[in-house]
Structures are given as C-alpha cells and as structure tokens.
Nanobody, 118 residues
Framework: QVQLVESGGGLVQPGGSLRLSCAAS????????MAWYRQTPGKARELVAT???????KYADSAKGRFTISRDNAKNTVYLQMNSLKPEDTAVYYC????????????WGQGTQVTVSS
C-alpha cells in the first residue's frame, strides 16, 4: 500500500507565504512525476505544478513566478513553496504522484486547506 500525506496548509494573509509538503510512504520502488493540484467548491481540480524524477518543472500560468515545486527523492517528499499569495489561491491543495510498487499507479493525498484572507 502507498500513502501520500500532505501538511503545511493554513490561513495566511494576502502577500504571505506557505510551504506545503507531501510525503509518500509504503512499498515504494520508485517515484516518477509528482504534482500539486488545487480545487475550490464547484470547480474542477486544476493542475498547479509538476516535477519529474529528474526535477524538471512546469507551472500553471497562475503559479508562475510565485510558486516553486521541489522534491527530496531521499525522503519521497514533494514541496510547494507559495509566495505572494492571493485570495484567489484559496483552495484545497492535493499532491499526486506516479509511484512504482509491484505496478505503476497514480496516487492522491487527502488534501490540505489553504485560505488566503485578511
């Protein structure tokens, strides 16, 4: 079994910063791409950022210049550093990873709430 556990969400004022973490555990052979998504009520889940096993990154236009995705392969952990946060960044943030156990599957974390408000 594989589990992804997110942490680091919370309430922050506009212009502030938060760092999200997502740690994978279980019978992991290797982890390929990892990503962060976010979702607000009534809307589809949207991709925020991705990072490959070789640490190549891609960002949604809304995240470029403000968010940074990174990973620590030794810890099976992906991070999302979020700076200059705006009220429209308020959402539940989910991590996603393509993980090889005895097969390759995509796994989701349980989500962490980020609220940007004064």
């Amino acid at each position: 079994q594989v589990q992804l556990v997110e942490s680091g969400g919370g309430l922050v004022q506009p212009g502030g910063s938060l760092r999200l973490s997502c740690a994978a555990s279980g019978s992991i052979v290797s982890i390929n791409a990892m990503a962060w998504y976010r979702q607000t009520p009534g809307k589809a889940r949207e991709l925020v950022a991705t990072i490959t096993s070789g640490s190549s990154t891609k960002y949604a236009d809304s995240a470029k210049g403000r968010f940074t995705i990174s990973r620590d392969n030794a810890k099976n952990t992906v991070y999302l550093q979020m700076n200059s946060l705006k009220p429209e960044d308020t959402a539940v943030y989910y991590c996603n990873a393509e993980i090889k156990t005895n097969y390759v599957g995509r796994y989701w974390g349980q989500g962490t709430q980020v609220t940007v408000s004064s």
